[in-house]
């Protein structure tokens, strides 16, 4: 057994190791600088290998776009598929939404649109002019044949 001065003087001497060089408390508790080694390998590819998973997944992220809300519905396509004189409706995602448009004042059943923003429940769009359609005329389908 150890007499008390002993046993304080080694708490001290174990006291400033440690405050001085963290690595020695490793090796006061029986490792060996091998060991330690293998130890500071492996948390250090952890880390390399959680830095990378976290950008891997942040990118996923930016690639795929936001799931819900206002963000997820912008830049969807849609047609119109009712015009009252009071609310015009269109077909977005197999959901019908009231639309409106800044740029005209009336969108035809059957006109294809894109929303640019949201108010409330109701969608803001524009009608997508296809190349070589004319006032906005939406082009489906083969041309029909004259006879």
């Known amino acids: ?8 003087l080694r708490s001290v001497l174990i006291a400033k190791i440690i405050s001085r060089n963290s690595h020695y408390l490793l090796i ?15 948390i250090m590819v952890a ?5 990378w998973l976290g950008r891997l997944m942040a990118r996923w992220k930016l690639i795929k776009g936001p799931m819900t809300g206002k963000e997820s519905m912008i830049g969807k396509v849609g047609v119109i ?3 009252q004189k ?7 995602d197999s ?8 740029k005209t004042d009336s969108l035809n059943p059957g006109t294809e649109v894109r929303i640019t923003d949201i ?5 803001i769009v524009e009608p997508i002019h296809h190349v070589g359609s004319s006032e906005g005329e939406i082009i489906t389908g083969s041309p029909e ?3």
């Open 81 to 83: 598929v009712r015009n």
């Open 119 to 123: 108010e409330g429940n109701n969608l």
């Open 145 to 147: 044949k004259s006879p």
């Open 95 to 102: 959901q019908l939404w009231r639309v409106r448009s800044v």
């Open 1 to 8: 057994m150890c007499s008390p001065e002993t046993e304080s």
């Open 47 to 51: 880390f390399a290998f959680g830095f």
């Open 28 to 42: 006061i508790m029986g490792l060996s600088l091998t060991t330690i080694l293998e130890l500071w390998i492996a």
């Open 86 to 92: 009071s609310y015009t409706e269109a077909r977005v």
